[in-house]
Structure formats: structure tokens, C-alpha cells
């Protein structure tokens, strides 16, 4: 099956945060009312109910926090058997992305990562980890 080069679905919500790949960083939200950070983008500040916030470029750093394979349901932007996983960047900042140059076996929670991006459609791009270096 050919593969799709990925493109976002943006919304009013997501727009910053899908414009923010395209120059190669992760914005993330801090609240005004309270100053907790957030992702993934949400109108309203969950501890503190603000609509009020700004955009803030996350670390590049993080810690493995779970990794699967995932074989189904099949995704149009890459063969099945990819790493999903969930990295804790910073409190508050949980980032669900590619799991890339590591293996299953060799993915172990707790470990360093880093953020790098992949090309997508259209200048946007997809945040991705690996191993850190
Ligand atoms: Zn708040």
C-alpha cells in the first residue's frame, strides 16, 4: 500500500501548535490565569477554567513515559509495526509521537529521548523521538 505524506487536520485550537512544526519547534500552551503548561491544545486552562493563553516552545528533551507497536488500526502515513509513544517533556507536557531509531526490545521507560521532526505535506512537519545522544 503506498504511503501519504503526512498533512494536520488544524483547527481554530490546533493551528498554533501545527504552524509551530513548520519552523521546527513544539509550542505548547501556558496558561495566563495560572501559568501551568498544557498540551495537547485545548481552549480552556484545565486547572483554572482561563481562555486566556500563550504559545511557548517546549524542551527538546524528554523521558519515555510508554511505547507500543501498532499494527491496527493501519495508518495512511506509514506500514504497520511503528512505535507509538508518550513522552513527558516537562510538567503538564505529555507528547504522544513516533518512536524512531530503537527497536521494542531496546525502548525502555524512563529513558532519554529527543525531539527531531519529519517532513510532511504541504511544510508541515511531524515531531517524532529517538534515543537521546
Ligand atoms: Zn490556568
Not at 512544526?21 to 480552556?44: A, M
Request: contains cysteine.
Amino acid at each position: 500500500m503506498a504511503m501519504r505524506q503526512f498533512e494536520p487536520g488544524c483547527d481554530h485550537d490546533t493551528e498554533f501548535y501545527w504552524e509551530g512544526t513548520k519552523s521546527g519547534v513544539l509550542l505548547v500552551q501556558r496558561c495566563s490565569g495560572c501559568g501551568s503548561l498544557r498540551h495537547p491544545p485545548s481552549p480552556v486552562c484545565p486547572h483554572c477554567q482561563s481562555l486566556e493563553w500563550e504559545a511557548e516552545e517546549a524542551p527538546t528533551r524528554g523521558v519515555l513515559y510508554s511505547v507500543s507497536m501498532v499494527h491496527h488500526p493501519p495508518s495512511p502515513f506509514q506500514p504497520p509495526g511503528y512505535l507509538l509513544c508518550l513522552v513527558d517533556l516537562v510538567a503538564g507536557v505529555r507528547v504522544a509521537a513516533n518512536l524512531r531509531g530503537c527497536t521494542l526490545a531496546h525502548a525502555r521507560i524512563g529513558m532519554a529521548v529527543e525531539l527531531f521532526f519529519e517532513p510532511g505535506a504541504n511544510g508541515f512537519q511531524l515531531p517524532q523521538f529517538r534515543p537521546a545522544r
